[in-house]
């Protein structure tokens, strides 16, 4: 491996990434300099992997800090905030790390609507409140095998989610940009439409200046208050205001939620609402999928430096 190269780690990473990366060639990270924006003006120049997270991303004025930079390999499926218009216009190379977490965020999908649908983590509250004894079990919540689903976007992760579903024996139909006839689901043109013909939506398309609010007041009007709401893809995807007056007013039943438009925070009217799951963006997070997907940026940046191509990379 080449000596020339040199890793600028945008920010904290897994200890099994982190502590792997200066055995390839010297890093430094950004995060743990006092001054960043200094650090960058100084040494910016010396770096041209830069390894970051679909959460740490890479912003257009890193990336332009970095006028030596070959390639970026980021931990996640999402490169969403990554700037992309800066990674064509500088011709850079991007990695990122798809497959190897589609079944834990598939079986979290699965786990959030049933916990939703259901009312299991509602009822547990109840349980641990007290109220079992004093006033009965929870009221009868909704069925949940056999119901219509719809998907909006229909690629990797939505594919397992789909099989996964099919097992509850459920009706499915997707909507995509373009329809994939190979698949033997259904595809719905209108967005609208699909969410007027299903019981359950879930997100699974990647976050993108495209996909931005795609499930607006009107998507959520027409899933109407007997439908449920389900995001493991990107908080983006979603108008959350219009989430949280769809939920208030009694036009949605409930939502299962990994995701948010600005996470780490989370509006106070969802984490009051006593129909919608909360999670903390952790649909990838199970030892094993996290240690496959450290392992494949290893496998990413050891290609780049030995003969640089990349793995996984991402296409234009
Ligand atoms: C991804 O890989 O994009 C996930 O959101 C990370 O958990």
């Known amino acids: 491996m080449t000596s020339t190269h040199k890793i600028l780690q945008a920010g904290p990473l897994p200890p099994p990434l982190a502590s792997k990366l200066p055995a390839l060639c010297p890093v430094e990270i950004l995060s743990d300099k006092p001054d960043p924006a200094a650090f960058l003006q100084r040494q910016g120049n010396e770096f041209t992997v830069l390894v970051t997270t679909g959460t740490q991303g890479a912003t257009r004025g890193l990336i332009d800090a970095l006028p030596n930079l070959q390639a970026i390999c980021s931990l996640g499926v999402g490169y969403d905030a990554i700037d992309m218009d800066a990674v064509r216009a500088r011709g850079l190379m991007l990695s990122n790390t798809p497959d190897v977490l589609n079944d834990c965020v598939a079986d979290l999908a699965m786990g959030l609507l049933i916990d939703a649908v259901r009312g299991l983590s509602a009822s547990d509250r109840h349980?641990?409140?007290?109220?079992?004894?004093?006033?009965?079990?929870?009221?009868?919540?909704?069925?949940?095998?056999?119901?219509?689903?719809?998907?909006?976007?229909?690629?990797?992760?939505?594919?397992?989610?789909?099989?996964?579903?099919?097992?509850?024996?459920?009706?499915?139909?997707?909507?995509?940009?373009?329809?994939?006839?190979?698949?033997?689901?259904?595809?719905?043109?209108?967005?609208?439409?699909?969410?007027?013909?299903?019981?359950?939506?879930?997100?699974?398309?990647?976050?993108?200046?495209?996909?931005?609010?795609?499930?607006?007041?009107?998507?959520?009007?027409?899933?109407?208050?007997?439908?449920?709401?389900?995001?493991?893809?990107?908080?983006?995807?979603?108008?959350?205001?219009?989430?949280?007056?769809?939920?208030?007013?009694?036009?949605?039943?409930?939502?299962?939620?990994?995701?948010?438009?600005?996470?780490?925070?989370?509006?106070?009217?969802?984490?009051?609402?006593?129909?919608?799951?909360?999670?903390?963006?952790?649909?990838?997070?199970?030892?094993?999928?996290?240690?496959?997907?450290?392992?494949?940026?290893?496998?990413?940046i050891r290609a780049f430096l030995a003969d640089g191509r990349l793995v996984t990379p991402v296409g234009p």
């Open 127 to 300: 349980v641990r409140r007290g109220d079992w004894p004093r006033v009965g079990p929870t009221s009868p919540s909704t069925r949940v095998s056999g119901k219509r689903l719809g998907m909006l976007g229909m690629g990797r992760i939505g594919q397992v989610i789909a099989r996964r579903a099919t097992g509850f024996d459920m009706d499915i139909r997707y909507h995509t940009r373009s329809p994939k006839p190979q698949l033997p689901w259904q595809h719905e043109p209108s967005l609208i439409a699909l969410a007027q013909w299903c019981d359950f939506l879930i997100v699974a398309c990647p976050g993108s200046p495209e996909t931005f609010h795609l499930v607006s007041a009107d998507v959520l009007k027409a899933l109407g208050p007997q439908g449920y709401l389900v995001n493991i893809s990107r908080g983006t995807v979603v108008d959350e205001e219009a989430l949280v007056a769809a939920l208030e007013n009694g036009e949605l039943a409930g939502a299962g939620l990994d995701v948010f438009e600005h996470e780490p925070e989370v509006p106070a009217a969802l984490i009051a609402n006593e129909h919608v799951v909360l999670l903390p963006h952790v649909g990838s997070a199970t030892r094993e999928t996290r240690a496959a997907m450290c392992g494949l940026v290893l496998d990413n």
